[in-house]
């Protein structure tokens, strides 16, 4: 059962990168990048000061930040260092077949060793859950939104022979379980529900 889900990963990753182009590599190059996001977590900021106002964004901003610090570094020190399984990028029977995009001075990116779970898919499933729940009662449109956004990032780390779609699943799984908990025993009595209750008085 184990080599028949791991021949579909392979499988998976060897035709997703196969795909390459090099335009297609600059654009999901770009995607996968953590910096061209900062003007989507600004405005993400924005959005909840405009529900929340400023001393209850200060408290959310806390909440998503130790909510995303957990599942970073659970994701990292727990599963890859615990089940330590390559990457296909460092995969004997894969690395040869597979394209990676090219940093310069003959450097391609691999990405580190190990690869399960995909911290990318953790960290942007985590904040998709946490905040699209937060601020659904002012923007109920944001989750999917969010959710076609992770998706995208998700893809984009297959497309570069660094992640297998199982990285993905059991990372989006672990950030979102992780989020909801937070949004249901931190974020819902510590923020929203002052909210609710000042509303309800008008």
């Not at 995969?91 to 690869?115: D, I, P, Q, R, V």
């Amino acid at each position: 059962m184990i080599d028949w889900l791991e021949s579909i990963d392979r499988s998976i990753v060897l035709t997703v990168n196969s795909w390459h182009t090099p335009v297609l590599d600059e654009i999901f190059w770009f995607i996968s990048a953590r910096w061209p996001w900062i003007p989507l977590y600004l405005i993400l900021l924005f959005m909840s000061w405009q529900y929340l106002g400023t001393r209850k964004t200060l408290l959310f901003v806390g909440i998503a930040a130790a909510t995303i610090a957990i599942v970073d570094l659970t994701s990292v020190y727990f599963f890859k260092d615990f089940f330590q399984r390559y990457r296909p990028s460092h995969h004997a029977l894969l690395t040869h077949k597979l394209h990676f995009y090219y940093l310069g001075k003959g450097e391609f990116y691999k990405g580190g060793m190990y690869g399960f779970v995909s911290s990318h898919a953790t960290n942007f499933a985590a904040m998709t859950v946490l905040v699209g729940l937060s601020l659904r009662p002012r923007y109920p449109k944001l989750i999917w939104i969010l959710a076609a956004i992770s998706i995208i990032i998700a893809f984009s780390r297959i497309y570069l022979g660094v992640h297998y779609l199982s990285d993905i699943i059991a990372g989006t799984i672990w950030g979102g379980i992780v989020a909801y908990l937070s949004y249901r025993f931190a974020v819902k009595p510590l923020v929203l529900k002052p909210i609710d209750k000042s509303l309800s008085e008008f």
